[in-house]
C-alpha cells in the first residue's frame, strides 16, 4: 500500500465530537467475546457518538497479545462498517512491535492511530520525538500523541511540548492528564499546529470546548453516551444553560469512574482543586465500568484481563444502587 506523507495525515485530519473509550468485553475464561464488542460498538453508533476508540486505557490494552489486539482492531472496524471513525490504540514497550502492528492493521479501515509512549523505562525527550518520528513513516494514516503522564512518567516542558505537536506526522492530541494548565497550554498551541484536541475526561468537555477543543475520548462516554453527546451538542447549538445543567449531570457518574465511598459533590470538588496539578495513576475501575453496562442491560461479563481487579461483590452491591438513581437501561 503506497503511504501517503505525513504533512497530508495533519492536513486532512478532521476528527471532532465525542468518542468513547470501549471496553474490550471478556468471556468467564478471558478470551475476547467478539459478539459482546459489536454490541457495544453498535450501541455508541446508535446513541449518537461521532467516533470510537478502540484498545485504550479502558480497552485494556496493555494485557492483550499482539494477535488479540490486532484481531479487536478487526471486529471492531467490520462492526462500525465505516459508519463512524475508528481509532485505534497503539500501546507497546518497544518501536518494533508498534511499527509491526500499524502494519498489520493497514489494510484494515482504521483512520487514525492513538499512540502512548512506552512505559516501561524513562525515556528522554530527543527519544520521544524519534519514536513518533519512526512510527510516522510507517503510518498512511493520522497520528494522535496520548498525553498521559500519570502513567507513562513523561510530562513534557511547553518547549518540549511544542515541538513535540509540531512533528509533521501528529495530527492530534488526547490528553488525558485532567490537568488545566497542561490543557491551556496545548490548546494554545492547537491552531498554530494544526492540531485536534480532545480531552481524556468527560469532566472537562465543556472547558474543553469553550477553549477550541475538538471535543473528548473518555470513559464516561463509554458508560452514558447519549448524555455526552448530548452536552456536546448542547454546546455546539449554543444552548449554553442546558450544557452545563448536562455537564454537572455527567460529574454525577464520577462515583464508578472513581469511588463509592464518596458523594459525587465532595469528589467534584476534590476534582477542581486536583485538576490543577499533575494527577498520579489511579485505581483502575475497569471491572466497575463493565458491570455497569452489564447492569444497565449488555450480555457482557465484569471480567477483565489479569491482573487488573476482578469486581467485588460490595463493588456490585454499590452498581446496583448507583443504577437505580442514575443508570440507564439499554
Not at 176 to 195: D, F, T
Request: net charge neutral.
Amino acid at each position: 500500500m503506497e503511504k501517503k506523507m505525513a504533512h497530508q495525515s495533519r492536513s486532512n485530519n478532521a476528527f471532532g465530537g465525542v468518542f468513547p473509550v470501549v471496553p474490550t468485553p471478556l468471556r468467564e475464561d478471558q478470551s475476547v467475546d467478539y459478539n459482546g464488542l459489536e454490541q457495544l460498538i453498535n450501541f455508541y453508533i446508535n446513541e449518537g457518538c461521532h467516533g470510537l476508540l478502540v484498545l485504550g486505557s479502558y480497552g485494556e490494552h496493555p494485557y492483550f497479545t499482539f494477535e488479540e489486539r490486532c484481531e479487536i482492531i478487526k471486529h471492531a472496524t467490520r462492526a462500525a462498517e465505516g459508519r463512524v471513525p475508528v481509532i485505534a490504540c497503539v500501546g507497546f514497550t518497544g518501536l518494533r512491535e508498534a511499527e509491526s502492528f500499524l502494519e498489520k492493521t493497514a489494510p484494515m479501515p482504521v483512520d487514525a492511530y492513538l499512540v502512548v509512549l512506552p512505559t516501561y523505562f524513562r525515556v528522554e525527550h530527543k527519544d520521544c520525538l524519534d519514536y513518533y518520528c519512526k512510527l510516522g513513516e510507517h503510518a498512511d494514516r493520522p497520528l494522535l500523541y496520548y498525553h498521559i503522564p500519570q502513567l507513562t512518567g513523561i510530562d513534557p516542558s511547553p518547549d518540549e511540548m511544542s515541538e513535540l505537536l509540531h512533528l509533521d506526522c501528529i495530527a492530534g492530541v488526547k490528553d488525558s492528564s485532567m490537568n488545566l494548565g497542561s490543557m491551556k497550554r496545548v490548546l494554545s498551541l492547537k491552531e498554530e499546529a494544526g492540531l485536534s484536541y480532545f480531552a481524556g475526561s468527560g469532566l472537562l468537555l465543556l472547558e474543553t470546548l469553550k477553549r477550541g477543543g475538538a471535543g473528548v475520548m473518555c470513559t464516561v462516554a463509554s458508560l452514558v453516551p447519549g448524555l455526552v453527546v448530548s452536552c456536546y451538542e448542547a454546546y455546539l447549538a449554543g444552548e449554553f444553560k442546558r450544557a452545563g445543567l448536562l455537564q454537572n449531570k455527567i460529574f454525577e457518574f464520577l462515583p464508578v469512574m472513581n469511588s463509592f465511598s464518596l458523594p459525587a459533590g465532595i469528589q467534584k470538588a476534590g476534582f477542581k482543586v486536583l485538576s490543577k496539578i499533575t494527577m498520579s495513576a489511579i485505581a483502575p475501575r475497569h471491572a466497575i465500568s463493565k458491570e455497569f453496562l452489564r447492569q444497565s442491560g449488555f450480555p457482557i461479563t465484569s471480567m477483565v484481563r489479569s491482573p487488573l481487579p476482578q469486581i467485588t461483590e460490595k463493588d456490585k452491591i454499590s452498581v446496583t444502587n448507583y443504577i437505580k438513581t442514575h443508570g440507564v437501561k439499554k
